[in-house]
């Protein structure tokens, strides 16, 4: 019998080389919970408030969430460990995004202080987890000193913005967004040397994710609904039609998309997660826009 080390030290991962399937756990059904809350939140606050300007603080508030899901979820598949460590980490970066949740009310206006730090707070676990790597996997030092190196630069940028009135501050929090999400876009070239994504669990944490923004249209159509003291025969069949929208949206993702897996290739799998973030806006909005229209 193998003895279990409850605190271990990073290792990178070659399931793909050994031709390992692995499959997602229940640490990490149970990590997504947190974020079932914050984009429920966001999308609530563009909910009743929809306008060109209220459109793109959603979207600013919602590409930080994502990114703190993505940050973690590529640390997993490169790292994941059944040690202590691993489920420390885990927790401590489900705090943070809590605040993140907490702070979203209103938007990016008085709440915008805590949601920032919160943000920062929950990168800097991600960071620090690559700067731990460093000392420990020589092979992924580049990468990981690349990933640092950017969210400084970002992290300066939001600390600067907590001392800026509502525009300026608006959109140095934008850039600061485009810098630390193009962040890995330095590591291509370092990354090749690295052993291949996973082409079962990493998909699968996509469609996991796409399966919460996919709640949403539904939550859309219960709410919209839910808004009326009696229900009508027009109304039901308003709901059977937003459910569709729903339904549909889905069967697109996962006969189209979530049987792809993407190319080994590191740039082909970045396009690939860049592209989901404009994918789970929209079904997001989609959700938003059924509330508003059943209303």
Excluded at 224 to 249: D, P, R
């Amino acid at each position: 019998m193998i003895k279990r080390k409850w605190w271990q030290t990073p290792r990178l991962r070659q399931d793909e080389e050994l031709k390992m399937e692995r499959s997602v756990t229940w640490l990490e059904l149970f990590f997504d919970l947190i974020f079932v809350v914050v984009i429920s939140r966001i999308a609530h606050n563009f909910s009743g408030h929809i306008s060109p300007s209220n459109f793109l603080v959603f979207i600013f508030m919602f590409i930080p969430v994502f990114w703190v899901w993505n940050g973690n979820t590529y640390y997993t598949e490169r790292f994941e460990s059944d040690g202590l460590e691993f489920r420390i980490f885990t927790l401590s970066t489900i705090i943070p995004v809590a605040g993140m949740a907490i702070f979203s009310h209103h938007g990016l206006a008085e709440n915008y202080p805590g949601f920032a730090l919160s943000y920062l707070a929950a990168r800097s676990i991600n960071i620090l987890l690559w700067l731990r790597t460093m000392f420990h996997v020589p092979q992924f030092r580049p990468t990981a000193l690349r990933f640092i190196l950017v969210f400084l630069i970002a992290a300066v940028m939001i600390v600067i913005s907590l001392f800026l009135s509502t525009l300026p501050r608006l959109i140095l929090w934008g850039l600061a967004l485009i810098v630390d999400v193009i962040s890995p876009a330095f590591t291509m070239k370092v990354q090749k040397e690295l052993p291949k994504i996973s082409t079962s669990k990493f998909p699968e944490r996509f469609g996991l994710f796409t399966i919460i923004v996919l709640g949403e249209a539904v939550i859309g159509v219960i709410y919209g609904l839910s808004n009326f003291e009696h229900l009508t025969l027009v109304l039901g069949v308003y709901g059977v039609l937003g459910l569709s929208i729903g339904f549909g949206l889905w069967w697109i993702y996962f006969d189209f998309i979530a049987r792809r897996p993407p190319a080994r290739n590191p740039t082909i799998v970045l396009i690939w997660v860049y592209l989901h973030i404009f994918l789970t806006l929209a079904i997001i909005m989609s959700g938003v826009l059924i509330a508003e229209l059943l209303k």
